[in-house]
């Protein structure tokens, strides 16, 4: 059974910073792709950081860039978002989710496997 459990979510002063985890279970990374995902109220869900499993190669939307990096320990399997500079417009529910796959996706339509979500709220 594939399980994902994010946390690390919470309330955070702008400017501030967060590391979100997402713990899998039922199954090994190794072998599959790793998206976090955002959804703010009134807007779809976005892609803000996605990674392969094979070459490490990663994906970050613009609004992030520079920002927020994206890092998997397939020992613990577990995938981290540390989270930078964070800034109002980044507040939503994250979402990380896996699928079967070595190439980076970064749209939610190409992932099968999703955590619950976890809030995070940016505001002073």
């Known amino acids: 059974q594939v399980q994902l459990v994010e946390s690390g979510g919470g309330l955070v002063q702008p400017g501030g910073s967060l590391r979100l985890s997402c713990a899998a279970s039922g199954f090994t990374l190794d072998y599959f792709a790793i998206g976090w995902f955002r959804q703010a109220p009134g807007k779809e869900r976005e892609g803000v950081s996605c990674?392969?499993?094979?070459?490490?190669?990663?994906f970050y939307a613009d609004s992030v860039k520079g920002r927020f990096t994206i890092s998997r320990d397939n020992a613990k399997n577990t995938v981290y978002l540390q989270m930078n500079s964070l800034e109002p417009e980044d507040t939503a529910v994250y979402y990380c989710?896996?699928?079967?796959?070595?190439?980076?996706?970064?749209?939610?339509?190409?992932?099968?496997?999703w955590g619950q979500g976890t809030q995070v709220i940016v505001s002073s």
């Open positions: 989710a896996v699928d079967y796959g070595v190439k980076v996706k970064t749209t939610p339509q190409e992932y099968g496997y």
């Open positions: 990674i392969s499993s094979s070459d490490g190669s990663t």
